[in-house]
């Protein structure tokens, strides 16, 4: 079959582009270790009060050495608040809304989701660095989104 010359230029750019945009989506995950949550667990929202771990947010260390961390966002504010962790440990944050869809993002960290009514959001990150950091909340959640800050203390 004959492809006239300009018809495979344009070809090769569309074939370009096409990579190009892969490539955009595949080397932020390879390097950044940037990902879409993975983990899919439900809860009822407008039952956190009764529920057995979300009731009392806490940071809790598992008999295994685990370090979990329990979040519950809402209207306009992270609880527990301060959160103190270890630094150069793994720790798991478990994140949920009663509200409202809330952000969670440690400021100047790769520990960002969103916390959403119904569900868990999960993630594990390490410090490395001792510090205050400022736990804010980047989804617009009401009139005072712009208040909604926590603070994690890693030690
Ligand atoms: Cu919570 Cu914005």
Not at 21 to 32: C, K, N, Q, R, V
Not at 34 to 59: M, N, R
């Amino acid at each position: 079959m004959h492809v006239e010359l300009y018809e495979r230029i344009w070809m090769w750019i569309g074939a370009a582009i096409v990579v190009l945009f892969l490539g955009s989506i595949l080397l932020p995950t390879a390097m950044y270790a940037i990902h879409p949550p993975s983990h899919i667990e439900t809860l009822d929202p407008t039952a956190i009060a009764t529920h057995p771990e979300f009731s009392a947010p806490a940071v809790t260390t598992h008999p295994d050495g685990r370090i979990v961390v329990s979040v519950v966002a809402s209207m306009f504010s992270f609880n527990p608040d301060p959160i103190e962790v270890p630094a150069n440990r793994p720790v798991t944050f478990r994140i949920t809304s009663e509200d409202v869809i809330h952000g969670f993002e440690v400021v100047g960290t790769n520990a960002n989701a969103m916390a959403v009514p119904g569900y868990v959001s999960q993630f594990t990150i390490t410090f490395a660095k001792p510090g205050e950091y400022v736990i804010s909340c980047h989804e617009y959640c009401g009139l005072m989104h712009h208040a909604m800050v926590g603070a994690l203390k890693v030690k």
